[in-house]
């Protein structure tokens, strides 16, 4: 037993001598840092966990944040965007109105502007409804027309609306002349984007894009509108006539506002 306690005893003197060397050769604090060394091991790996933490949440914090950023910034701009179209929207509408309206003063026979509201559904008629009727001085066979040409004429007439017989309609007919030649013909809708030009004599000399304007001889449209542009030209296949081709002056699938004309 004695001899046990001497053996650890020296055991301690031992181990006492050999802090002492490792301290007089590494410095004096190193005597304090021996022993703690393993809970200095602990407690840096601590902070680095902690500190990578708090790296990771500072991160996507701040991800988090730029993605609320950048969703406010895209909503912002998507209103802008909007805001942006309304005012060209408005800008356009404004600028057909004024167009429409200048038509008041130039043409004694001006009854009312409108707004076309819907077409027809079916591909059996070529029609447009405007939002005036009776109550706004609209009655049959009157002429609906834009600063570009003639558009049609009114077909059915009701207290507040009226539908309209576009020129392209299979049941159009509208009493014309060349503007050049001043030859007179008959121009009838085909139910598609244009239209073509009757009894117009095989010798008289017809170019394409030559005018054409109203005559004023059906007692609907009113004398020297143009209405449309010559498109193509087909000298033999009639036997008496040309087959004319024309497209309206007006883009008719761009009607948004027009004018009413009086007979």
């Not at 001085?137 to 009114?154: E, H």
């Not at 449309?228 to 761009?254: K, W």
């Amino acid at each position: 037993m004695v001899k046990k306690k001497v053996f650890l005893f020296a055991l301690f003197l031992a181990a006492l001598f050999g802090l002492l060397t490792y301290q007089s050769i590494k410095g004096e604090d190193r005597l304090i840092d021996f022993p703690l060394y393993p809970l200095r091991l602990i407690q840096k790996g601590t902070t680095a966990l902690v500190r990578g933490a708090e790296n990771l949440i500072h991160k996507y914090i701040l991800i988090v944040g730029k993605e609320e950023e950048n969703l406010t910034l895209k909503r912002k701009i998507d209103g802008f965007d909007q805001e942006i179209n309304q005012y060209i929207e408005v800008s356009l509408e404004n600028q057909r109105l004024r167009d429409i309206l200048k038509l008041k003063t130039e043409r004694p026979d001006y009854v009312a502007s409108a707004e076309v509201f819907a077409r027809d559904p079916t591909n059996w008629f070529q029609a447009l409804w405007i939002d005036k009727g009776v109550n706004d001085g609209i009655a049959r066979d009157m002429v609906a027309v834009t600063p570009a040409g003639p558009v049609g004429r009114v077909h059915q007439v009701f207290d507040e609306g009226a539908s309209l017989l576009l020129i392209t309609d299979v049941n159009s007919s509208v009493a014309v002349r060349l503007q050049s030649s001043r030859s007179e013909g008959i121009l009838e809708g085909t139910g598609e984007r244009k239209c073509y030009l009757k009894y117009i004599a095989k010798d008289i000399d017809v170019a394409i894009g030559e005018p054409v304007i109203t005559s004023g001889l059906d007692g609907i449209y009113p004398e020297g509108l143009l209405i449309g542009h010559v498109s193509d030209i087909d000298r033999e296949g009639g036997e008496i006539f040309q087959q004319v081709s024309v497209v309206p002056a007006q883009d008719l699938s761009e009607v948004e506002e027009l004018a009413i004309l009086k007979r």
